[in-house]
């Protein structure tokens, strides 16, 4: 029989851990009593048993937040940014346990998970400011005693769709600039990952959001889930989508919002390219791979996933990059030092696996790492992958054109800018890219051609509240964070008077 963790007692405020949906103010459970276990991905320990949400319940919180809209959206922008700056105080307030409880359903290590609570209340802050500066326009009429006036107003009521890698900043990156414009919200949230979510909904209930402007109904992956997919996307009251996922995932979405022509933004897959030109600094390059592909076990949209080294510091680079990653600590993200928590379920590390054993066949050697370690749970599985390394990684793979989602961090050689850059853009996917290079005018003209909707140049860290999150090509459409975020969560609406 499996063993299970009490996670309420590893809490300072215990109430922040939830196991039951949040429709409409009420916590409820799955309407037909039935359950799923959510499972620590470090030990195999059960944390709760969750409700399993049929189709009807997420009806019912769209019901909810269709009912709330008129009072939320009629309060004015200084009182909606105040109900965001208590949560973001009360974000900072609960750190501790927000990320204790991050760190013990995601796996990320505890003082990862505090950076992602920090990153996810800057949100708050961000849009708290956004909201107050929603401007409207006049606009000249080339008819006289005419005047055009634009204004901004809340799109409807939003669906939120999240991931497990980031259970906290990928809900408030959304939620946030939504509840800013005006709209109301139902998250449907992973099922890997619902404690964070639901979480953040027990501080909206404590900061006195009304009852239904925000709701959390949560299922497991199955029938279920895509029948609360097709809710979202087919109910006419919800007249927005935000989803951050899968690029097959944001296909399917796109076409089953078709019958309501609801406004979508997504922010899909990624497969991002890392250039080291022979001018970098190797010392800040190693740093910037290890920011970038290790960060959540390498279990991030855009993390380095394909790694282009020059031939004239391919060696140099691989061994500081090698000896970085032996010092990497793998374990359970609550214990001391650890560095790489457990990937998220056995499928990722299966993956990772493959993407490994089928470079090594076609020619790649293994620097570092390169297998699953054996930590035993009750189920008899590992979800835990060593840190790798790879390097003489031929142009013919799986980890040349597929996202790998882990912790391994494969070696290509180049000798040309224009090459490199051509490989680069190669992916049928844009979201981020990187290069480190001492060259100024090089900086820009890489940059400036690199087919992605982000670029870190001589840095591994993009991420936000104050930049527009995104991608082009497959990666998706819509920005997130930014001065333009909040737009994503409203509509323009002209008001032509004549007669004056």
């Known amino acids: 029989m499996s063993k299970t963790q009490d996670l309420a007692a590893l809490l300072s405020d215990s109430d922040l851990f939830r196991s039951q949906g949040y429709i409409n103010g009420q916590w409820v459970s799955s309407s037909d009593g039935a359950t799923f276990p959510l499972t620590n991905p470090a030990t195999g320990a059960k944390l709760a048993d969750m409700p399993h949400m049929p189709r009807t319940q997420v009806a019912e919180a769209i019901d909810a937040a269709k009912a709330a809209l008129p009072a939320w959206s009629a309060l004015t922008a200084y009182q909606r940014s105040s109900y965001l700056l208590k949560l973001h105080a009360l974000?900072?307030?609960?750190?501790?346990?927000?990320?204790?409880?991050?760190?013990?359903?995601?796996?990320?290590?505890?003082?990862?998970?505090?950076?992602?609570?920090?990153?996810?209340?800057?949100?708050?802050?961000?849009?708290?400011?956004?909201?107050?500066?929603?401007?409207?326009?006049?606009?000249?009429?080339?008819?006289?005693?005419?005047?055009?006036?634009?204004?901004?107003?809340?799109?409807?009521?939003?669906?939120?769709i999240t991931p497990w890698n980031f259970p906290n900043a990928m809900i408030t990156r959304k939620m946030a600039p939504a509840l800013a414009a005006g709209c109301t919200v139902v998250i449907k949230a992973p099922a890997e990952t619902p404690l964070s979510a639901l979480a953040m909904a027990v501080l909206c209930e404590r900061i006195g959001i009304p009852a239904g402007v925000v709701n959390v109904v949560v299922m497991d992956k199955g029938d279920r889930e895509a029948a609360a997919g097709l809710e979202l996307c087919e109910n006419p009251k919800v007249s927005k989508i935000s989803f951050t996922g899968s690029t097959p995932v944001g296909r399917l979405l796109m076409k089953q919002s078709s019958s309501t022509l609801k406004k979508l933004s997504f922010e899909l897959g990624g497969n991002a390219a890392f250039i080291i030109f022979d001018d970098a600094d190797l010392e800040t390059a190693v740093t910037g791979v290890i920011a970038s592909k290790f960060r959540a076990a390498g279990q991030t949209c855009v993390c380095a996933n394909r790694i282009f080294v020059?031939?004239?510091?391919?060696?140099?680079?691989?061994?500081?990059?090698?000896?970085?990653?032996?010092?990497?600590?793998?374990?359970?993200?609550?214990?001391?030092?650890?560095?790489?928590?457990?990937?998220?379920?056995?499928?990722?590390?299966?993956?990772?696996?493959?993407?490994?054993?089928?470079?090594?066949?076609?020619?790649?050697?293994?620097?570092?790492?390169?297998?699953?370690?054996?930590?035993?749970?009750?189920?008899?599985?590992?979800?835990?992958?060593?840190?790798?390394?790879?390097?003489?990684?031929?142009?013919?793979?799986?980890?040349?054109?597929?996202?790998?989602?882990?912790?391994?961090?494969?070696?290509?050689?180049?000798?040309?800018?224009?090459?490199?850059?051509?490989?680069?853009?190669?992916?049928?996917?844009?979201?981020?890219?990187?290069?480190?290079?001492?060259?100024?005018?090089?900086?820009?003209?890489?940059?400036?051609?690199?087919?992605?909707?982000?670029?870190?140049?001589?840095?591994?860290?993009?991420?936000?509240?104050?930049?527009?999150?995104?991608?082009?090509?497959?990666?998706?459409?819509?920005?997130?964070?930014?001065?333009?975020?909040?737009?994503?969560?409203?509509?323009?609406?002209?008001?032509?008077?004549?007669?004056?």
Request: net charge negative; with cysteine; aromatic share 8%.
């Open 310 to 500: 020059h031939s004239k510091i391919y060696d140099q680079f691989a061994h500081l990059l090698a000896e970085k990653v032996k010092a990497l600590k793998v374990g359970n993200g609550l214990d001391a030092g650890v560095t790489i928590g457990p990937l998220v379920n056995v499928r990722g590390v299966e993956k990772v696996e493959r993407h490994v054993q089928d470079a090594v066949s076609k020619g790649a050697k293994i620097l570092v790492g390169g297998s699953r370690i054996q930590s035993p749970n009750e189920e008899g599985e590992s979800c835990f992958f060593e840190p790798t390394v790879l390097v003489d990684v031929p142009k013919e793979c799986y980890v040349a054109s597929e996202e790998t989602f882990g912790p391994l961090a494969p070696l290509f050689k180049f000798d040309d800018e224009d090459d490199v850059v051509e490989r680069a853009n190669s992916s049928e996917v844009g979201l981020a890219g990187y290069f480190f290079t001492r060259d100024l005018a090089r900086s820009n003209r890489v940059a400036e051609r690199l087919e992605v909707g982000m670029v870190g140049v001589n840095t591994g860290v993009i991420a936000q509240a104050c930049i527009p999150f995104g991608g082009v090509k497959q990666s998706g459409f819509g920005r997130e964070g930014g001065p333009s975020g909040i737009n994503e969560f409203q509509i323009e609406k002209l008001i032509t008077i004549g007669g004056i």
């Open 91 to 160: 974000m900072e307030q609960h750190a501790n346990d927000l990320g204790t409880i991050l760190c013990v359903e995601n796996g990320k290590p505890l003082a990862e998970a505090k950076g992602e609570i920090a990153y996810g209340a800057s949100f708050m802050q961000w849009n708290a400011a956004e909201g107050l500066r929603t401007y409207g326009q006049t606009i000249p009429s080339p008819y006289p005693g005419t005047r055009n006036i634009v204004i901004k107003q809340p799109i409807g009521v939003c669906a939120l």
